[in-house]
């Protein structure tokens, strides 16, 4: 069964910077989709950035400019380098692994940016 390790949230002030992780377990294939959207209390989960097809970088354009993602090179791993961080960004982020039209979830890693 597929696990995501995610970590790296936690708490910063606006304009502070934070890096998130996540790294896939359980499975012997690689997603070639990995991204991240995030989620507050009320709203629906959106979008936030993604590696489409290991290939196609795509942002939400709320995030472009002050986000970063990124995989390594040999591994089920995606990152979020956030930078400029607002309160706004305040959210629960979920990384996500795609497989054709299968997704898979991780639990979650909380970002709290306030002073």
């Known amino acids: 069964q597929v696990q995501f390790e995610e970590s790296g949230g936690g708490l910063v002030q606006p304009g502070g910077s934070l890096r998130l992780s996540c790294l896939a377990s359980?499975?012997?294939?690689?997603?070639?989709?990995m991204g991240w959207y995030r989620q507050v209390p009320g709203k629906q989960r959106e979008f936030v950035a993604g590696?489409?097809?290991?290939?196609?970088?795509k942002y939400a354009d709320f995030v472009k400019g002050r986000f970063t993602i990124s995989r390594d090179n040999s591994k089920n791993a995606v990152f979020l380098q956030m930078d400029s961080l607002q309160p706004d960004d305040t959210a629960v982020y979920y990384c996500?692994?795609?497989?054709?039209?299968?997704?898979?979830w991780g639990q979650g890693t909380q970002v709290t940016v306030s002073s």
């Open positions: 359980g499975v012997k294939f690689r997603f070639p989709t």
């Open positions: 996500n692994g795609r497989i054709g039209p299968n997704d898979a």
């Open positions: 590696m489409m097809d290991a290939r196609v970088i």
